[in-house]
């Protein structure tokens, strides 16, 4: 079975992170209001990324390492943007 984390940016531009087994039902949930959470009050909601893992521990361990980062690092993994990405994880350690 597939699992995806995903990132969702909503209409006020913030960004949402979750996983899922099923990526289309859950962009549809999350578009439709079916879910009271986070995303309801912040639709229309636009996929923006995400990634395949092969077990949903995994979905879930990277999803939790995403929801801690900052929205600069967000914004790089959605640009495809590894250099700035790295760059930002560097700085991020070095301030520990």
């Known amino acids: 079975?597939?699992?995806?984390?995903?990132?969702?940016?909503?209409?006020?531009?913030?960004?949402?992170t979750g996983h899922t087994d099923n990526l289309e039902q859950r962009f549809a949930q999350h578009q439709s209001g079916f879910f009271t959470g986070y995303t309801y009050?912040?639709?229309?909601v636009e996929l923006v990324w995400s990634e395949y893992f092969s077990t949903r521990y995994e979905?879930?361990?990277a999803e939790k390492r995403i929801k801690g980062w900052t929205r600069a690092k967000k914004q790089a993994?959605?640009?495809?943007?590894w250099e700035l990405l790295s760059e930002l994880?560097?700085?991020?350690?070095h301030r520990r």
């Open 1 to 16: 079975m597939a699992f995806y984390v995903y990132i969702l940016k909503c209409s006020d531009s913030s960004f949402y």
């Open 41 to 44: 009050k912040r639709r229309p």
């Open 59 to 61: 979905a879930l361990e």
């Open 77 to 81: 993994l959605i640009d495809g943007d």
């Open 89 to 93: 994880s560097r700085n991020r350690a």
